[in-house]
T-cell receptor
Framework: EAGVTQSPTHLIKTRGQQATLRCSPI?????VYWYQQALGLGLQFLLWYDEGEERNRGNFPPRFSGRQFPNYSSELNVNALELEDSALYLCASSLKTGGPAGNGELFFGEGSRLTVL | AQSVTQLGSHVSVSEGALVLLRCNYSSSVPPYLFWYVQYPNQGLQLLLKYTSAATLVKGINGFEAEFKKSETSFHLTKPSAHMSDAAEYFC??????????FGTGTSLTVIP
């Protein structure tokens, strides 16, 4: 069974440009999460999508946005890139099983490394 | 509010020595707790998880963690470190099973 796949693996942009990152969840998973992993800052929660809807977002400016498609794949868009947006962007998927009956396990992709020059 | 604190951003141990990585959490309800490992240039991989069953949880690669409610802790241990254990380790908490909060990570170095 294929795991979570992310593309591109690496992306180099310049300040002010836009970046689009893509994620395909594990088959059968309806929830997709996006995290930013900047050097020394751990994982910062960006966005959570489930069943095509944005369920929650972290403390990031509106230029970070995304969407989830009917096949549950997802896209993260970062507009007006700034130097501090350089980071590894991780996508994770899970079954929508939350609550006491759920196992809540996240399955991560290998990430997309965005470099802003 | 949920949060995780990992004490020690860097931990070094000798090969064969005990590994102890500390994690304290904050949660208003009984939480789900997780440890993930990240090898260089890779995504995160689940090591183990606590979901309100046994308080001592065994994971992959010889790791285990003990949930201590009174101390709000979920420390990760391994009796004998191996060179292949060198990686970044993340503790995470979830109250609902579908929103997850991660600590800032602990980088483990294993000295031969």
């Amino acid at each position: 069974e294929a795991g979570v796949t992310q593309s591109p693996t690496h992306l180099i942009k310049t300040r002010g440009q836009q970046a689009t990152l893509r994620c395909s969840p594990i088959s059968g998973h309806t929830s997709v999460y996006w995290y930013q992993q900047a050097l020394g800052l751990g994982l910062q929660f960006l966005l959570w999508y489930d069943e095509g809807e944005e369920r929650n977002r972290g403390n990031f400016p509106p230029r970070f946005s995304g969407r989830q498609f009917p096949n549950y794949s997802s896209e993260l868009n970062v507009n007006a890139l700034e130097l501090e947006d350089s980071a590894l962007y991780l996508c994770a998927s899970s079954l929508k099983t939350g609550g006491p009956a759920g196992n809540g396990e996240l399955f991560f992709g290998e990430g997309s490394r965005l470099t802003v020059l | 509010a949920q949060s995780v604190t990992q004490l020690g951003s860097h931990v070094s141990v000798s090969e064969g020595a005990l590994v102890l990585l500390r994690c304290n959490y904050s949660s208003s309800v009984p939480p789900y707790l997780f440890w993930y490992v990240q090898y260089p240039n890779q995504g995160l991989q689940l090591l183990l998880k606590y979901t309100s069953a046994a308080t001592l949880v065994k994971g992959i690669n010889g790791f285990e963690a003990e949930f201590k409610k009174s101390e709000t802790s979920f420390h990760l241990t391994k009796p004998s470190a191996h060179m292949s254990d060198a990686a970044e380790y993340f503790c995470a908490v979830s109250e609902t099973g579908n929103q997850f909060y991660f600590g800032t990570g602990t980088s483990l170095t294993v000295i031969p």
